[in-house]
Antibody, heavy 117, light 108 residues
Framework: EVQLVESGGGLVQPGGSLRLSCAAS????????MNWVRQAPGKGLEWVSY????????YYADSVKGRFTISRDNAKSSLYLQMNSLRVEDTAVYYC??????????WGQGALVTVSS | SSELTQDPAVSVALGQTVRITCQGD??????ATWYQQKPRQAPVAVIY???NRPSGIPDRFSGSSSGDTASLTITGAQAEDEADYYC???????????FGGGTKLTVL
């Protein structure tokens, strides 16, 4: 069974940093592209970042470019999102999502990040 | 980056057919994927590509596309189909992903 489990969420002050992790199991992690998608409270889905299976290709939404860094460790079957210079508007549930080339076919349960003073 | 536009809310009587649409320039070049999200749950893909359903998705869900508009059709809507529905696709660059604003479906 495919499982994606996010961790690392929490409360952080504006300007602070946080690192999210996504632990994958039940599939060959190194064969899949991965994404981070977020959802602000009561709002819609927003794509955040993409990383290719090898990590050689990385893309970011304009709203986070220069502040967030996506990475992966295929040996540990883990995906990461380093979030720096956090803003109040970054408050959201962050999902990791597996990309099978056709769609985001598996999602984690999400990690809540709250940016507030 | 491009945008995808969805109607904020749609309603359908139990057992009837409903169409949810998604409009955007990128849909002229890329297929939309449709996701269903129920309260306090992660999204689930229901339609991808030309008209493909992931394993476990009922065949009452179907997709179509014409020009800059993609559509999700539910034929014979059930109470359990009440949810938020989001479309997404690649943007015009092909490197970014864009989501529509979502459509809240109410089954009456």
């Amino acid at each position: 069974e495919v499982q994606l489990v996010e961790s690392g969420g929490g409360l952080v002050q504006p300007g602070g940093s946080l690192r999210l992790s996504c632990a994958a199991s039940g599939f060959t992690f190194s064969s899949y592209e991965m994404n981070w998608v977020r959802q602000a409270p009561g709002k819609g889905l927003e794509w955040v970042s993409y990383i290719s299976s090898s990590g050689s290709a990385i893309y970011y939404a304009d709203s986070v470019k220069g502040r967030f860094t996506i990475s992966r460790d295929n040996a540990k079957s883990s995906l990461y999102l380093q979030m720096n210079s956090l803003r109040v508007e970054d408050t959201a549930v962050y999902y990791c999502a597996r990309d099978d080339g056709d769609c985001f076919d598996s999602w984690g349960q999400g990690a809540l990040v709250t940016v507030s003073s | 980056s491009s945008e995808l536009t969805q109607d904020p809310a749609v309603s359908v009587a139990l057992g009837q057919t409903v169409r949810i649409t998604c409009q955007g320039d990128s849909l002229r070049n890329y297929y939309a994927t449709w996701y269903q999200q129920k309260p306090r749950q992660a999204p689930v893909a229901v339609i991808y590509g030309k008209n493909n359903r992931p394993s476990g998705i009922p065949d009452r869900f179907s997709g179509s596309s014409s020009g800059d508009t993609a559509s999700l059709t539910i034929t014979g809507a059930q109470a359990e189909d009440e949810a938020d529905y989001y479309c997404n696709s690649r943007d015009s660059s092909g490197n970014h992903v864009v989501f529509g604003g979502g459509t809240k479906l109410t089954v009456l």
